[in-house]
């Protein structure tokens, strides 16, 4: 039966592992808020989106690997 080996990753390494996965959902976030702003225009569910936005990063860069 084959056994699966995990490599342990050093610290660096989680943090920029990390600091990739902060840094591509916000642009994903970022992105899809800018489009509902350009396609159904500014209201009050942009507004909402830029809080969830904001709390999603604050919440990402609170999290240490």
Avoid at 34 to 59: E, H
Wanted: proline share 3%.
């Amino acid at each position: 039966m084959a056994r699966t080996v995990r490599h342990r990753r050093n610290h660096s390494g989680a943090v920029a592992h990390h600091n990739r996965q902060v840094a591509g959902v916000t642009a994903v976030l970022l992105a899809a808020i800018c489009v509902y702003t350009v396609v159904i225009g500014p209201d009050a569910w942009l507004w909402f989106g830029w809080a969830v936005l904001l709390l999603v990063c604050l919440a990402l860069f609170a999290i240490h690997p």
